[in-house]
């Protein structure tokens, strides 16, 4: 067992990945999302490719098609424990 190690319990998202991820946990495709949010579904991907920034607005109405909160999406590696001592 001494050659096996822990697994990591927390991973690195950016902005984007942390949109995909919280789309594919609710099963929505990304032209789910563009129906419920209003948002096409080209800048949808290009959001989760990084290739977009994700901004305040589009945060808030994703968030909102989504049902969390938008802090969610735009700080995904938010470690309050950490940030707290700080």
Request: charged share 25%; glycine share 6%; hydrophobic share 40%.
């Amino acid at each position: 067992m001494s050659n096996y190690r822990p697994a990591k319990r927390h991973i690195e998202l950016s902005v984007g990945e942390s949109v995909r991820v919280v789309r594919e946990l609710q099963e929505l495709s990304q032209n789910d999302l563009a129906g419920l949010s209003g948002i096409p579904q080209s800048t949808i991907s290009a959001i989760e490719n990084d290739r977009v920034r994700l901004g305040v607005e589009r945060a808030k109405v994703l968030a909102r098609a989504l049902k969390v909160h938008p802090a969610v999406l735009v700080f995904p590696g938010w470690d309050i424990k950490k940030e707290s001592a700080a």
